[in-house]
């Protein structure tokens, strides 16, 4: 395996912003680093597993037959907008820690579940950079751990940025503002993802 593309692949498919970094960034914006963690491992651990399951051979399913792949998009899309939707609508009134709703372990590893895109990503990791040896599992058991810690370190960066928004934006009208253009880019990235 060659560690440093593989590496840069899995630092550019972490860091680039997609709906899991929005909800990480906007659940840090409100809850902090500390409650936005769990989060964050639920959707490196599912990703990291998927990558596994990938190499294993399962992923090869969404290859071919395009209208499971085309169920989960729209499943992820619907779910996604729901969300952007939630986000949008929240007046200035409820943008406090006790009327949010918090982005979960489980919705976090579930949207990774249901996106389409992961398991796209999976198989090219799986493809580009796993070697045909005769340890081809223990090699894609150690891509998926790499991938892990950095997916982890680049969402954390991204709770980062989510806790600076606060002290950026300090008026209400402004987080509210702010709150609706994270709203519109989750609505964008889910669409713009079922759409490619």
Excluded: Y
């Excluded at 989960?72 to 943008?95: D, E, H, K």
């Amino acid at each position: 395996m060659s560690l440093i593309p593989f590496l840069l692949f899995a630092f550019v498919a972490s860091i680039t912003p997609g709906p899991t970094n929005i909800l990480v960034l906007t659940n840090s914006q409100h809850f902090g680093i500390k409650n936005t963690v769990p989060p964050i491992l639920g959707a490196c651990l599912a990703a990291s597993l998927i990558v596994l399951i990938s190499g294993a051979g399962a992923g090869e399913v969404l290859r071919q037959h395009p209208l499971i792949r085309q169920v989960m998009s729209g499943a992820g899309a619907l779910w996604l907008s729901w969300m952007s939707w939630q986000l949008f609508r929240a007046p200035a009134a409820t943008l406090s820690l006790k009327t949010q709703r918090r982005f979960t372990a489980h919705a976090a590893a579930l949207l990774q579940i249901v996106n389409p895109k992961t398991w796209m990503m999976a198989l090219a990791v799986v493809s580009l950079f796993a070697p045909a040896s005769e340890h081809a599992l223990r090699d894609i058991a150690l891509m998926a751990l790499w991938f892990l810690i950095i997916s982890v370190a680049c969402l954390m960066c991204w709770a980062g940025l989510g806790k600076a928004v606060n002290r950026v934006f300090h008026t209400t009208v402004a987080m509210v503002r702010f709150q609706r253009l994270m709203a519109l880019c989750l609505f964008i990235s889910a669409w713009a993802g079922m759409l490619a």
